[in-house]
């Protein structure tokens, strides 16, 4: 799967494409949107226990194509869900 992604962290706007797992550069228009803070970017995969990976994911928004935001969770090696 390839699908491009805009993430805005803390008011800062980045775009990249996950293809078949690899990061690379944005290509076409976003399939999906993240909004997140820095913060809750890092307890998101890195957090002392699941449930301050949980909570931050829970505040991390994803929006668009389901196979897509799934692509890009796994890049990262976000739990899907939440």
């Given at each position: 799967?390839?699908?491009?992604?805009?993430?805005?962290?803390?008011?800062?706007?980045?775009?990249?494409?996950?293809?078949?797992?690899r990061?690379?550069?944005?290509?076409?228009?976003?399939?999906v949107?993240?909004?997140?803070?820095?913060?809750?970017?890092?307890?998101a995969?890195?957090?002392?226990?699941?449930?301050?990976?949980?909570?931050?994911?829970?505040?991390?928004?994803?929006d668009?194509?389901?196979?897509?935001?799934?692509?890009?969770?796994?890049a990262?090696?976000?739990?899907?869900?939440?």
């Amino acid at each position: 799967m390839e699908a491009t992604c805009r993430v805005e962290v803390d008011g800062r706007r980045f775009e990249f494409a996950v293809t078949h797992g690899r990061l690379g550069g944005a290509r076409g228009e976003p399939l999906v949107t993240i909004t997140a803070g820095a913060a809750d970017l890092v307890a998101a995969r890195l957090g002392a226990g699941e449930a301050d990976r949980q909570a931050a994911l829970r505040r991390i928004r994803f929006d668009g194509d389901h196979d897509a935001i799934e692509a890009v969770r796994q890049a990262f090696s976000l739990p899907s869900g939440c």
